[in-house]
């Protein structure tokens, strides 16, 4: 089969069964199979591709149309320009986070000391190391197939020798100290599970394939930010900064609300590149 009939083929397939983007969806499964770039899939769209790769393709493809997330059928996404190892069970790297990457990389100067809360993939903590090379990075997360997923990734971006990285099995801020000794934090971030019991019936098919316990943040979706706020202030540094990621507009409003009962007082909303509210910084001093 021509490579551009097995991509119209693929889109066909896709776009069949309801898949949103099904020309950059059959794009990035061919171009990853073939090892090519997707401009290659058009400037060779006439060589023939082999019958082990063209039920390779196809396979990945129907599997796709099923409403399997593209992610954990590649086992990759690529964030801050970096290719992340994303293994099922673990939640998927959204390109939104990187606002929570870029208002880090403006607000801290120099952070010695960085908390990567529920780190998953890594995506933060890591980005945050190679931002910050002198910085002492804690990624912290309660689940086994996150840690082991972080730790591939380290190993793959930061490498084997890496100093001041340390990935720990930690339910928030419980028992962190047991592993690090006394230390308090220049920066705590997070994308903590922050989506409301309503918000989960409506969420799309695809993402409840994706691990509930990094989704779900509780009735009202704030379970998480209260349980940080309400132990932070032990782990924070004196001019230290916490940010967290957020739905919209109405979850940081009451974010803000909850730290300010725990004494904090400066605050900074953000948005992503789509204009959404998608993240707050919270100041100590």
Not at 8 to 29: F, N, W
Not at 145 to 172: M, R
Not at 190 to 219: A, F, H, W
């Amino acid at each position: 089969m021509k490579l551009i009939s097995l991509l119209h083929e693929s889109i066909k397939i896709l776009r069949e069964h309801g898949v949103k983007k099904p020309k950059t969806d059959a794009e990035t499964i061919i171009s990853s199979v073939l090892g090519i770039s997707k401009v290659d899939i058009y400037v060779q769209r006439e060589i023939d591709v082999s019958e082990e790769e063209k039920e390779k393709i196809l396979k990945i493809v129907r599997e796709r149309a099923s409403g399997e997330p593209l992610e954990y059928l590649l086992g990759y996404k690529y964030f801050w320009g970096m290719k992340f190892i994303v293994d099922r069970g673990v939640l998927i790297p959204r390109f939104d986070t990187e606002t929570l990457v870029y208002v880090a990389s403006r607000v801290c100067k120099s952070p010695k000391s960085i908390l990567d809360i529920g780190t998953g993939t890594g995506i933060i903590g890591i980005t945050l190391k190679k931002l910050f090379p002198n910085a002492y990075v804690i990624m912290t997360d309660i689940s086994d197939i996150a840690l082991e997923n972080c730790k591939k990734n380290v190993k793959n971006l930061l490498g084997e020798e890496v100093e001041g990285v340390e990935i720990i099995k930690v339910d928030i801020f419980e028992n962190l100290w047991s592993f690090t000794g006394w230390g308090k934090f220049d920066l705590v971030i997070s994308n903590p599970p922050y989506i409301s019991e309503k918000d989960m019936k409506n969420l799309e098919p695809e993402v409840k394939k994706e691990p509930i316990t990094s989704l779900y943040g509780g009735p009202l979706g704030i379970d998480f930010y209260l349980r940080i706020a309400d132990k932070v202030k032990t782990f924070i540094t004196d001019r230290g900064k916490i940010i967290l990621e957020v739905g919209d507009e109405e979850q940081a409003e009451l974010v803000k609300e909850i730290f300010k009962l725990k004494g904090f007082r400066n605050f900074l909303k953000f948005k992503d590149l789509s204009n959404q509210t998608r993240g707050i910084v919270i100041f100590n001093f």
